[in-house]
């Protein structure tokens, strides 16, 4: 059984891996790369299914060297095995940006380009809904042609609510169109606004290649944003984990 992590600017994803799915995960959030003192983040993981060692530990992170060497001790303190992190080299994952700087681009991003391929779509607009929403085009060969990122839901809630006026509002309920106080008017406009924006902006995306290509939503936010979005749109929750465990298959 794989140890699978997925270390995003916000949370610490984890899942066990066998079998070609994810068999249990979980997630705990954290303070950020600089605030976040990992070697007791992570001695504070409770990682059910942790009886027998993993056979591997594949980590995507966007949380630079502090975290990983943390987890490097974490794991050889348990006689685990090494981790292996996912490598900045798109190639290696089968796929090919015209990013001007390739290793510019979100590893997180490359692992859910390399999930859709797993998945068999070889074209595909991917949305990832995390701290930050990116949108990547994806074509034939495994060819990324480019993307979008905008401020994630609760990061434009929270820019919100360091405004005058604003600041100090609690969530309010977020199916209030017109919304008559100003909690339930923000929690309704961020919502609805990046609704609109990704529709949009997927369709545009979706645009730059031939015949209709399908468009798969994930990350934590994806289940709030999903039922608003306009046409059909696949719901995967496990996407960067399906990418994430194809690097260590045939060893």
Known sequence: MKLLLDAGNSRLKWAWWAQGAVREQGALAHDGATRTPWPGFLSSLELRKARHPPTQILCVEVLGNGFREALQAWAGDRGWPAPRFMSDDPALHGIISDYHDPSRLGLDRYAAMAGARALGHESAVIIDCGTAVTLD??????????????????????????????????????????????????????LMGLVAAIDRLSSSLGSHVPGAIPRLITGGDAPSLAPHLTGDIIMVPDLVFMGLAGMGEGD
């Open 137 to 190: 085009l994806l074509s034939k060969g495994g060819h990324h042609r480019g993307g979008l990122i905008l401020p994630g839901l609760g990061l434009m809630r929270r820019s919100l609510g360091v405004a005058p006026g604003v600041s100090g509002v609690e969530q309010g309920r977020a199916d209030r169109i017109p919304a008559s106080c100003t909690a339930d008017a923000v929690a309704t406009g961020t």
